[in-house]
């Protein structure tokens, strides 16, 4: 397979055919952290031109810049990391990715192949520890084979519904030789995904929602994955369907649209969940019915037809039974649905929810003046335009900022939506800016989150990386102890962070980053001005908040749709 | 109710524990997998056997047929199909009791494949439950030991 007689590959070594298998796939920039397995392949690296490695400070920073850069680009992110620690200190990330389909390839330095599975140092089974996280994985037990096993890695993390991919490489097989056969074809008998959808299924769906009453898209991370936002807008405007979003589908119809009813699930939009539970008929599109988004699962939208398109045949009908169920590629089904949406009478239904709008907005109090999150989100929003690459971390802050950012376009947004993995933001945000060195880059983050891989400031100062890191300090770890205060009779176990939490500026000003606070409502807009000014030099705005602000509307866990708390009671 | 898988996939590093790992991580019950060289000698066949209702099966399905290295699954269960299952059985045996463990084992068409002066140990082939049937009747005599391959099935060509 390897030795190919009639035609000899040139000879090199398993470092060199990865690293420039890795340059003729057009891969720039590789995040990751030396280590003893790896010593060799990064040196090849370091002396190949056209691609740069960059040093975080953690394999968990690095791979979830892989992720955030793969986000923001669409194209796979890369880790290098060591055997063993390295190798576990990625998992996190892998888990990370694989929720939520973002293609990452993360190579693990392993011992050498007659060492494997006799404990020898630095050893870690990482195949077989990420084997439920990864979308596949490869040990390379030849150098020969490595520049096959790069492409197929590349070619399954990006097409299907993209995932992680983990190559494990023995330290022998890196360094001895063999040949680069640079243009063999990536041939999988197993994988072949369905891109195009049945044509008498689309035919259906159309049908469907041009004869409904009430009809709603539902949009989630496969839309803005497979870049199919104007579809669905042209499906909305023409049909005059309204569209609600999941977390990670937020930018893939724009927010100003007035059919836009913004996003669904526990801190969904009242309307949203309304419109959920009311519509007649509901189109799901790169969506999987998640529970954070249905609710209760037996009282889910009880009186629609539902329509399901995803490219994983097997997130359909998982959770939901539906009507019609669509397997193909989001930008190769809706063009075709495109052609046959009419425009419906969907008025009274347009009333309804302009109804539900106006009773019951996205809202939060001001309160003299201590500073609202909510506020400083909305800030933060317009002061960049809404244009701005929105990172988030986990919990209160990230709710925050997908309630109140206003997306505008596809993958503005970039957050751990299932996993819910605190400590993502900071290392993914600056994924993103160094795959999108034009364009501002937000990280909104919790005081608790921010110190879980605060580390990668070093890496962000020590790149000249101007990130714009929005520090919702509210001295608690608020997500948990709103689940306290409102289940649990506000006994704070575990949560209190403030007795404990550092000098966040002095912490910036020691890793080298700028820090700038605001303690009252009235110094907001100076910080944010400020900051957004600063260039070659990532900021930490620290916005000390009203610390028991809670996120609202609510769907309690366990509770249906229309179960929505507004406030406290 | 139960049901018969067949997947075909090549048979690369690592997928046996890709597929049984999907039954644990998954939490799918799996009563039996047996795998074997398939016709391509690049290829394994498995044969699962698993107990849930149709919507489970199906979800199984799809989470196999999502792995990298499965080319195909076949759900046996609503098509006529042809199944075996070879089981080895050491049962405990006297002078007095011989004669009856072979005439058991002749019933069912079993065969005597080693022999001592403690033990006797039948090979039985056939379906699911024959086998149960033959472990019931030579429980009486005491069974020291049990190896059984779990079920192997293909799809029945022959329709009237
Ligand atoms: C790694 C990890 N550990 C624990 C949790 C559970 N968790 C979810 S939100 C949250 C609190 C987050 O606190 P903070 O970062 O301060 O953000 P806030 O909610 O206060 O905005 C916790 C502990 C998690 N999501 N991820
Ligand atoms: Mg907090």
Not at chain 1, 93 to 103: E, F, L
Not at chain 2, 38 to 46: H, L, V
Not at chain 2, 101 to 125: G, N, P, Y
């Amino acid at each position: 397979m390897t030795e190919n007689k009639k035609n000899p590959g040139k000879s090199m070594t398993g470092s060199e055919i990865l690293v420039q298998t890795l340059v003729d796939l057009g891969v720039t920039k590789v995040f990751g952290y030396p280590g003893g397995k790896v010593i060799g392949l990064y040196d090849v690296l370091d002396r190949t031109p056209g691609i740069q490695g960059i040093l975080f400070r953690h394999e968990q920073g690095a791979t979830h810049a892989a992720d955030g850069f793969a986000r923001a680009t669409g194209m796979p992110g890369i880790v290098i990391v060591t055997s063993g620690p390295g190798a576990t200190n990625t998992v996190t990330g892998i888990a990370t990715a694989y929720m939520d389909s973002i293609p990452i390839i993360v190579f693990t330095g392993q011992v050498p192949s007659a060492m494997i599975g006799n404990d020898a140092f630095q050893e870690a089974d990482i195949i077989g520890i990420t084997r439920p996280v990864t979308k596949h994985s490869y040990l390379a037990q030849d150098p020969g084979q490595i520049g096959q096993i790069v492409r197929e890695a590349y070619h399954i993390a990006i097409t299907g519904r993209p995932g992680p991919v983990l190559i494990d490489l023995p330290s022998d097989v890196l360094a001895a030789s063999g040949e680069h056969h640079p243009n063999e074809h990536v041939m999988i008998r197993g994988y072949n995904p369905t891109y195009k959808g049945h044509s008498q299924q689309i035919n259906k769906a159309a049908d469907m929602l041009n004869t409904a009453r009430r009809p709603l898209i539902y949009a989630g991370g496969g839309v803005n994955i497979g870049l199919a936002s104007e579809e669905i807008t042209e499906i909305a405007n023409r049909g005059q369907i309204p569209v609600t979003t999941t977390l990670l589908g937020l930018g893939a119809f724009p927010e100003d649209n007035p059919l836009s009813v913004g996003m669904v699930g526990m801190h969904g939009t009242w309307y949203a969940n309304m419109a959920m539970m009311e519509c007649d008929v509901l189109m799901c599109v790169g969506a999987r019915f998640d529970d954070r988004v249905t609710g209760r699962l037996n009282h889910f939208s009880p009186n629609s037809k539902k329509i399901h398109i995803d490219i994983d045949p097997s997130c359909i009908a998982k959770n939901v039974a539906v009507d019609i169920p669509i397997v193909g590629h989001v930008k190769k089904v809706l063009p075709d649905i495109v052609k046959k949406i009419k425009p419906a009478n969907t008025k009274e239904w347009l009333e309804q929810i302009n109804c539900w709008k106006n009773e019951h907005p996205l809202k939060y109090s001001k309160r003299g003046e201590e500073i609202l999150p909510e506020y400083v989100v909305e800030k933060v929003a317009e002061m960049t335009n809404h244009q701005a690459i929105v990172v988030t971390d986990v919990g209160q802050n990230q709710m925050w900022a997908a309630q109140y950012y206003g997306f505008k376009r596809p993958r503005q947004i970039l957050s751990s939506g299932g996993l819910g993995t605190m400590g993502y933001g900071l290392p993914a945000a600056l994924g993103a800016a160094i795959g999108c060195p034009d364009e501002t880059v937000v990280c909104f983050t919790g005081d608790g989150g921010f110190q879980m891989n605060i580390q990668e400031l070093t890496t962000a100062v020590q790149n000249k990386i101007p990130l714009k890191i929005v520090l919702l300090n509210n001295g608690y770890l608020g997500m948990v102890r709103q689940w306290q205060e409102l289940f649990f009779e506000r006994r704070y176990a575990m949560t209190v962070l403030s007795d404990g939490n550092p000098n966040f500026m002095k912490l910036a000003e020691g890793y080298g980053a700028v820090g700038l606070q605001a303690q009252k409502l009235s110094d907001v807009e100076d910080v944010i001005k400020e900051g957004l000014k600063i260039k070659r030099l990532p900021v930490v705005m620290e916005f000390i908040i009203c610390p028991e602000e809670n996120v609202f509307p609510m769907v309690p866990a366990g509770a249906s749709l229309d179960e929505m708390l507004e406030n406290g009671k | 109710m139960r049901h018969i898988l067949s997947v075909i996939f090549e048979n690369k590093f690592n997928a046996i524990p890709r597929i049984s790992g999907l039954f644990s991580g998954r939490g799918y019950n799996m009563n039996s997998m047996s795998f074997g060289e398939g016709e391509d000698p690049e290829t394994t066949r498995a044969t699962i056997t698993s107990e849930g209702d149709d919507q489970i099966i199906e979800q199984i399905a799809k989470q196999l047929n999502k792995l990298v290295d499965v080319i195909k699954v076949v759900e046996l269960t609503y098509e006529p199909f042809v199944e075996r299952e070879l089981a080895l059985v050491k049962v405990q045996s006297s002078a007095s009791t011989r004669a009856e463990i072979m005439q058991v084992a002749d019933i069912f068409r079993a065969k005597i494949i080693d022999l001592s002066h403690k033990t006797i140990t039948i090979e039985v082939t056939g379906k699911e439950d024959k086998v149960n049937a033959i472990i019931e009747m030579l429980q009486q005599f005491g069974i020291r030991e049990i190896a059984r391959t779990g079920i192997v099935a293909l799809k029945r060509e022959f329709q009237k």
